[in-house]
């Protein structure tokens, strides 16, 4: 596959031509109109609070690096119905969407974005920093591809106290050539860890199209190497990511055989807010654009289960206003107080510095 | 004399550099299609062609390692590394290969290549992404570790660590790349170990290097108004060091203070301190002290960060100790 073949086979030009339609409702069978509109809020939730992000940061309100999520919803979405209580998910510093997904209230999300102290980490980590232990998500590692083995180490920790929860660990394209994603494998693989690995692929390691950072360019050609099963498809729904997660979950945790499951998705927006990317062209988006899963999502609730449009935009108008009153939290919320800095860093307590330069006064 | 931002100086030095000598190619992530994460390789790609302006996917320790490799062979690389903190994925590399194998070579080969890109914090990024890490290098036999904050100085060094027969770390500052200053039209050199007098002054000898610099500088302007007149000294280069004209500065105003970016344990800052008293300790009227990052990990959140960072203001509370002026 190259790049310019990447985009998976959609309509030609106009939205619904007969073709689409055919494949949407082959997609679509045997889904119930429930199941569909669930998927659909959920990925809408993740999509508005991202929408919400951006603005907020063209004010000035959020600050150092923001990913956006905006067109991979579908896999935060699918990761979370496929998961066991206790399961986990270890990812990137493209993580909101994993947060919103899994149940971090968005209050406290905007909040982290914002630097303040109800934020999900007490606004120490900011966007490339979530973590919510609680609700399953390990992490918000912004260092590319350095909890590839770090998410074996929690599967190791499964392995080694039978606790039978499996690690969904998460990385971009452009991660898969660092090493340490060799060395987390080449573990996973030897010690048969209950460890799925996804890629998603979404066709950019920041300016870089993937033939410039993929010797091959079928990521899962490496899973041979590591012992592990794979799959790799384009995310065009949630049910079809779903079932084939579902898939390599069940084979972590029945059988303890890591599975390398390469998804094919795209960021609509650029790496991050400071990037105008320049680097693709428009038609290239737009014809992802055809098979941005929340639109192809949309258009099956049209027009194979009918639900009328009064209904959609309610429900719409209702995330908005969810997401909407998570920031306005997010900006009257207070900043962390000063002694927020000291905690946290040692396990015995708050921590002034070893060093008498810069102990604060009367701080022994 | 036309007026530079410190990336264009950068970009110019390397440009130049690329043009005197064919042995000399960049190689980094970004630097070639997307001109640079910071736009410090602008224009080279068009310029040299993708032989010489080459992106890499992210594997720190395969281009760090690319880079020590093909110096061994005669070429002259400039690794980029996209910040600092990323060097730390290629620390092994740099600590057992680019600063040893001169020596465990027995001389047989050397490793000729520049190491650069941002160092420090910038704002708001993070624990992971605000880190000064000359303090590690600068603990290495083997390695020279160079830091600029004005255009004029970013030139002619990078000039002279891409002639170097050593490894250079080089670091820039993502806060200062839009720093603007004048820079000759004509070709010139900055030697290493050569410290540089940004401000002069008589009462206190203020120290400093890279981010840290304007720092410094607008703290000085603070004693100023005091009526205390601070020399602040840019290292430029921290290995080598110039002790001679900390010393100097030391024996004129007895006093003097460090201010720059990093962790108060173990770093260059320490080790100027040990420098001073060993070679001024009759000279000294007050204690020396440090202006740094406290003792903590980088919050994200800006009103943590700001507490946490050096600012004139701890520069100046400083000053006013070591001239007993609280
Ligand atoms: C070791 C390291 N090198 C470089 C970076 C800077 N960086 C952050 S994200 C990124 C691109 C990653 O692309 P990909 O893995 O495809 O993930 P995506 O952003 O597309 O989700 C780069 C170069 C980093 N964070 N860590
Ligand atoms: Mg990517």
Known sequence: MTQSEAAPDAASDSTVDAAYEAKLRADYDGQSREDVLRDYREMLRIRRFEEAAARAYTRGKISGFLHLYIGQEAIAIATQQVMEPGDRVVSTYRTHGFAIALGSDPKACAAELFGKAAGLVGGVGGSMHFFDKERGLWGGYAIVGNHIPVAAGHAFASQYTGDGRVTLCFMGDGAVGIGPVHEGMTMAGIMKLPIVFVVENNQYSMGTPLKRTLPVEDITARAAGYGFASDRFHVTSVQETRRRLGEAVERARKDGKPTLVELITYRFRGHSMSDPAKYRQKEEVERWRLNDPLERTLMALKTIYQVPEAELDAMDETIVAEMDGAYEFADKAPVPAPEARFENVMAEGPYYGDSATTRPAGVE | ?326
């Not at chain 2, 100097?248 to 040990?274: E, L």
């Open chain 2, 1 to 326: 004399m036309p007026i530079l931002q410190i990336r264009q100086a950068i970009r110019d030095a390397m440009k130049e550099e690329m043009e005197r000598d064919e042995r000399v190619f960049l190689m980094g992530e970004e630097v070639g299609y997307y001109n640079g994460a910071y736009k410090c390789s602008e224009g080279l790609l068009d310029h040299f062609g993708a032989k010489r302006v080459i992106d890499t996917p992210i594997t720190e320790t395969g281009f760090a390692g690319i880079g020590i490799g093909a110096a061994m062979c005669g070429l002259r690389p400039i690794v980029e590394f996209m910040t600092f903190n990323f060097s730390a994925v290629a620390f092994d590399q740099i600590l057992n290969n680019a600063a040893k194998l001169r020596h465990m070579t027995h001389g047989q080969f050397g490793v000729p290549m520049v190491f650069r890109g941002p160092n420090a914090a910038a704002h708001m990024l993070g624990s992971t992404h605000s880190q000064a890490f000359e303090h590690f290098y600068a603990h290495i036999p083997g390695l020279k570790v160079v830091a600029v904050a004005t255009p004029y100085d970013a030139k002619g060094l990078l000039k002279t660590a891409i002639r170097d027969e050593n490894p250079v770390l080089f670091l820039e500052s993502e806060l200062m790349y839009s720093v603007k200053g004048e820079v000759p039209e004509e070709e010139y050199l900055i030697p290493f170990g050569q410290a540089d007098i940004k401000r002069p002054g008589d009462h206190v000898t203020v120290i400093t290097w890279g981010q840290g610099v304007p720092v410094a500088l607008k703290a000085a302007e603070l004693a100023a108004a005091e009526d205390v007149s601070c020399e602040v000294i840019d290292l430029r280069s921290l290995r080598p060091m110039d002790e001679a004209a900390i010393i100097a500065s030391v024996k004129k105003t007895n006093r003097a203070v460090i201010v720059y970016h990093g962790w108060p344990n173990g770093g260059v800052g320490g080790d100027i301190i040990a420098r001073i008293q060993e070679l001024a300790f009759d000279d000294l009227d007050a204690p020396v002290l440090r202006v740094c990052y406290e003792d903590l990990p980088m919050p994200y959140a800006e009103n943590l960060e700001n507490l946490i960072l050096p600012s004139p203001e701890r520069a100046l509370a400083a000053i006013r100790r070591v001239t007993y002026k609280r």
